[in-house]
């Protein structure tokens, strides 16, 4: 065999010879991805595993997401994400991020706060407005419809946890888009919190919190994990878990345990989770119309929940006669403690002596709550 065909062999085989036009969008869309995520430093610890997952998933004949129970293989014969996608397909995944999530919280400004409560039910808005769009649009039932409208809540293991139980066959592109928008937050907040609120509003500063005792943080995660479980039962592996890590740090009785939920098995499952999800996100499965509707239903998902939380944050600024700042509000869409910090910042910007973070945690922290609630919500009405 001459040197030509060993080189034109290996050619045929490689898998520049099977690249479709497809792969080589997502390939280049996970290049710009990655871009954002070490260059501008936008969310990296999970932009960086779901884009880079999002990459390898485009590489062809690597067989990273193989199912080969497909043709009547085993598990342990897939490709290597497709055995770490087990983990989110059930759900496993999602709750156990939302224990790591409990664990590293402090609910203290929502309990010295509680009008923190409505704020974050108030940037549930958009998982209504997306709800309502995409049922409307035709292109999905009312159970896929409802998976999309979670993406509003900026939660992504609520986002897989809905899709698991009302459409399967959407968790891929659900969970990228939900996650795509949460490590974007910093890059989509920011104009519409200066867009809804004055200069004046953004410069106003609250006061300090009152002190929470350890009896209240205690008693807290108790009373939600045992209300929220009876009146929604489907809720219950979620907020179940987050109350559990939550009571894991303030009961200060096992401190290893809390430890290791906060630490390392937040950054074991976070790897995971970010790299199989990514996976999904193969140029066949992705670029299609469905996938690509989802994907702007979540950005108007988003956007609104972000619109819900200012506006209502707005009406409070009036009626405490300025002694709340609106931006809080938009710290409600959940994703903790990112919004928190977008607040923070965005407040800071207009006046260096601003700091919002502890008053915009209360709401963060309770839109985790409100977007659990508004899943199980969804859950009764359109499960089986």
């Not at 871009?35 to 590489?59: D, H, Q, R, S």
């Not at 999530?101 to 108030?122: E, Y």
């Not at 489907?234 to 630490?263: C, F, H, Y």
């Not at 790299?275 to 979540?298: C, D, N």
Request: net charge positive; proline share 5%.
């Amino acid at each position: 065999m001459g040197i030509l065909e060993v080189f034109g062999r290996l050619l045929a085989e490689s898998g520049f010879s099977a690249l479709t036009w497809r792969e080589a969008v997502m390939l280049a869309v996970s290049c710009v991805l990655l871009y954002l995520a070490i260059g501008k430093k936008f969310e990296p610890l999970l932009l960086l595993p779901i884009t880079f997952g999002m990459l390898l998933a485009n590489l062809p004949n690597a067989g990273l997401m193989y199912d080969a129970t497909v043709n009547g293989g085993t598990w342990y014969e897939s490709g290597i994400i497709r055995i770490m996608y087990s983990g989110v397909k059930s759900s496993l995944f999602p709750c156990l991020i939302f224990m790591c999530i409990g664990a590293m919280t402090d609910f203290g400004p929502l309990i010295a706060n509680p009008v923190s409560l409505i704020l974050g039910a108030a940037a549930q808005f958009g998982i209504y407005i997306a709800f309502i769009i995409a049922n409307a649009s035709g292109l999905f039932t009312g159970g896929q419809a409802a998976a999309i409208g979670i993406i509003g809540g900026a939660d992504g293991p609520t986002a897989i946890y809905v899709a698991n139980n009302l459409a399967p066959e959407l968790v891929a592109s659900i969970a990228i888009a939900a996650y795509s928008y949460m490590a974007l937050i910093p890059l989509i907040q920011p104009p519409i919190m200066r867009l809804l609120t004055t200069e004046k509003e953004r410069k106003i500063q609250m006061k300090q919190l009152r002190p929470v005792s350890k009896t209240e943080k205690i008693i807290f995660p108790i009373f939600v994990a045992i209300f929220c479980s009876l009146i929604l039962p489907d809720v219950a592996p979620l907020l179940g878990m987050l109350m559990l890590g939550n009571l894991l740090r303030e009961s200060g009785v096992v401190n290893r345990l809390s430890d290791t939920a906060q630490n390392a098995l937040c950054n074991i499952v976070t790897i995971m989770i970010g790299l199989s999800v990514g996976a999904t996100a193969s140029g066949q499965a992705f670029i299609q119309v469905q996938t690509l509707a989802i994907v702007v239903l979540g950005l108007v998902a988003f956007s609104f929940s972000t619109v819900g939380g200012l506006l209502l944050g707005k009406l409070l600024c009036v009626l405490s006669r300025g002694k709340i700042n609106p931006l809080i509000g938009s710290a409600g869409v959940s994703a903790v403690p990112m919004a928190a910090r977008v607040s923070q910042k965005v407040g800071a910007e207009a006046n260096p002596q601003n700091f919002l973070l502890m008053h915009a945690m209360g709401p963060n922290v309770a839109g985790v709550i409100g977007s659990a609630v508004a899943a199980g919500f969804f859950m009764l009405t359109f499960g089986h």
